[in-house]
């Protein structure tokens, strides 16, 4: 029998930074936006990210799309174009 990993659960005020994070928000505009402080908006992002076991912000990121923790239809900032040589 093997065993089913399931995915991590992160408190909805963790899954409010994750999604601000992925959308391209800095701590600053997140905790104004939030009205908390940018040290309460890193806490929480520590906590996702034992969640999730991410070692980075983007792993943070890229771990919660992949278990779907990011609510479908949030807006992502599209990719970055690359640049075509003249």
Same mark, same amino acid.
Do not use: N
């Given at each position: 029998?093997?065993?089913?990993?399931?995915?991590? %659960?992160?408190?909805?005020? @963790? @899954? &409010?930074? *994750? *999604?601000?994070?992925?959308?391209?928000? &800095?701590?600053?505009?997140?905790?104004?936006?939030?009205?908390?402080?940018?040290?309460?908006?890193?806490? %929480?992002?520590?906590?996702?990210?034992?969640?999730?076991?991410?070692?980075?912000?983007? @792993?943070?990121?890229?771990?919660?799309?992949?278990?779907?923790?990011?609510?479908?239809? *949030?807006?992502?900032?599209?990719?970055?174009?690359?640049?075509?040589?003249?």
């Amino acid at each position: 029998m093997t065993a089913t990993k399931t995915a991590p %659960y992160l408190a909805p005020a @963790e @899954e &409010r930074i *994750v *999604v601000l994070m992925a959308q391209g928000h &800095r701590y600053a505009a997140i905790a104004a936006q939030l009205y908390i402080t940018p040290d309460t908006v890193k806490s %929480y992002r520590r906590r996702a990210m034992k969640h999730v076991g991410a070692r980075t912000t983007s @792993e943070l990121i890229a771990l919660a799309i992949g278990y779907r923790l990011i609510p479908a239809g *949030v807006a992502l900032p599209a990719p970055p174009t690359p640049a075509v040589p003249k």
